[in-house]
């Protein structure tokens, strides 16, 4: 008995694996917000003034010094798809081939693995004042909504352009919020269905509602965990893309975490075990504090206990964010995880102070670097020199 339960003791406290591991990043989605939520405000924008979708240097940095494999790199689907013609297949492609050419770097040149990135809250038509501007795409009683089956379009033609580039991983949508959670499933099946009708077999993520927040999974009278793994994939490559921030109202824009990640995780871990089913975390962040610092070493740790969590991303790095921070600053500037980014009095940013200090030093030693991303993973090396 004293043997068995040493054993089980033992299996129960391994380390679980982390294929995937890097960072969000932000700027393809910027150059659109309007304090007067003009529609149309930035649309389509200028490529390399209004928004960008990555700095080659800094994922040079992230890759070659960090030994990061993973970025997520966000885009709108407003720039992609122009309103004019409407959420589908008719792409603007002087816009897709911008967006290709950065997947693209991230994942042939570099060799590292990329996350397409819808950024639109699950609305389509108006972002110039995301979060909430924009009609929820499927909302059958909104006329000026895009359809769940235009969702498919889309995702089926984007999915078809990269179908032979194994590291791309397909991102279904950016934190769905205050619509039904049916709607969220109906439009990430509708998703689905058109990537493999596509002849696309990349790695799917798909978000739950309330934000796809991982503490609010099995909340509310609508939650996630009430059906969201009623979808299907003849494939059984489609993970779980959960967000968490460590503030009081996990928004990660307060400066103290307060929210331990092993209480607010447990309930979408414990629904991730009960379906078989793998997560990604693909945004999580905080600042520079003893608090913070313990609360994501712990986050880090939590994923790396539980094999439920195969790969995660932290907001964020991006070209465009300068001094200002994206994370857990209550309204001050200490800069990105950018490489080379400052806080606004050009003291150490946040990828100095967090990225370097705290997070770095958890990053897995292995990870893969070499064939298909899937929720099985893959064989896992040292970074190849």
Known sequence: MKHSALLASLVSSASATIYYAGVAESGGEFGVWSADATPGTG??????????????AGIDVHVDQNHLNLFRIAFLLERMAP?????GKTFNETHFDYFKEAVDYVTVTKGAYAILDPHNYMRYNDPSSQPYSGSVIGNTSDPTAATTAQFGEFWGELAGRFA?????????????????TELVLQNNQAAIDA?????????????????????????????????????????NNTAIDIHEYLDVDYSGSHSECVSDPATNLAAVTSWLKEHNLKAFITEFGGHNNTGCDDMLTNFIKYMDENDEYIGWTAWAAGPFWGSAS????????????EPGSKAVDGGPSLYDTVWLKVLQPLVPEKLQWSGVASVTGGELADFPA
Not at 169 to 180: R, T, V
């Open 43 to 56: 649309l389509p924008g200028a490529f390399g003034v209004d928004y960008k979708f990555i700095d080659e």
């Open 83 to 87: 309103v004019a013609t409407g959420l």
């Open 164 to 180: 032979d580039n194994e590291k791309v991983i397909f991102g279904l949508m950016n934190e769905p919020h205050d619509m039904a």
């Open 195 to 235: 990537i493999r009708a596509a002849g696309a077999s990349n790695l799917i993520i798909m978000p739950g509602n309330s934000w796809t927040g991982g503490h609010a999974w099995a909340e509310g009278s609508d939650p996630s965990s009430a059906i969201m793994h009623q979808f299907t994939d003849p494939l």
């Open 326 to 337: 994206p994370c857990c600053t209550d309204s001050q500037s200490f800069g990105s995880f």
